[in-house]
């Protein structure tokens, strides 16, 4: 089953500092993983992707991902934390649904990471 | 941007009630929309994902009778809890799929979620 997992409930960082919010991932064949944000009684947004090319990747708000083979992991990063980056972050894998062929894909998540930046 | 919209953001509701949740794809044709369920301080689970014109198609331990999913356009899709119980309260998160979108890369966009409360 495809799935990731993200070892960290919460991360703390003092603003301006970099920031990481850890993803390890779990899949058979090529992995297409997500990163989404999540504030306070709000949809999820999307941050960015990896499908495949490069393995560092940009995406919205300043925030990148590096895809690693190797430590099958895609770690969420920023070089200069924001007081307003503080929400919740999800990893998520591409991930075939339902037992009918048919049924398509969807995603699943990771549990979450609370990050808090401090002023 | 694509925007999803729901309704209602919160619905308190008695034992034994049905309650419907809507899901509108605002500025876009969604021909798949996703249903998650989403525990405190838990990650999304997906509950099913309704496809436009056909049946929804259930993800393993969701009952269909309780959670009655219908996806009658392109931007409406409903989620109906039948004979609602207390242990149904939760966080419920549309997403959609934009059509033509380019199949499983395309960005799933997020509801802001429905709060359901069961009494």
């Known amino acids: 089953a495809q799935s990731v997992a993200q070892p960290e409930d919460q991360v703390n960082v003092a603003e301006g500092n970099p920031l990481t919010v850890k993803c390890t991932y779990s899949v058979s064949g090529n992995p297409y993983l997500f990163w989404y944000v999540q504030y306070p009684n709000r949809g999820l947004q999307f941050l960015l992707k990896?499908?495949?090319?490069?393995?560092l990747v940009k995406g919205s708000y300043g925030f990148e991902a590096e895809f690693n083979k190797s430590q099958t992991s895609f770690h969420l990063k920023k070089p200069s934390a924001l007081v307003s980056d503080s929400a919740l972050y999800f990893c998520a894998v591409r991930a075939r649904m339902g037992s009918n062929s048919n049924s398509g894909y969807a995603l699943n998540f990771g549990k979450g990471t609370s990050l808090l930046v401090t002023p | 941007g694509a925007v999803v919209s729901q309704h209602p953001s919160r619905v308190i509701c008695k034992s034994g009630t049905s309650v419907k949740i809507e899901c509108r794809s605002l500025d876009f044709q969604a021909t798949t929309m996703f249903w998650y369920r989403q525990f405190p301080k838990q990650s999304l689970m997906l509950m099913a994902t309704s496809n436009e014109g056909s049946k929804a198609t259930y993800e393993q331990g969701v009952e269909k009778d309780k959670f009655l999913i219908n996806h009658a356009s392109l931007t409406l899709s409903t989620l109906t809890v039948t004979s609602a119980h207390p242990e149904d309260s939760s966080f419920y998160i549309c997403?959609?799929?934009?059509?033509?979108?380019?199949?499983?890369?395309?960005?799933?966009?997020f509801g802001p979620g429905t709060r359901l409360t069961v009494t």
């Open positions: 990896y499908i495949t090319g490069d393995n």
């Open positions: 997403s959609a799929r934009v059509r033509g979108g380019g199949t499983i890369f395309s960005e799933q966009y």
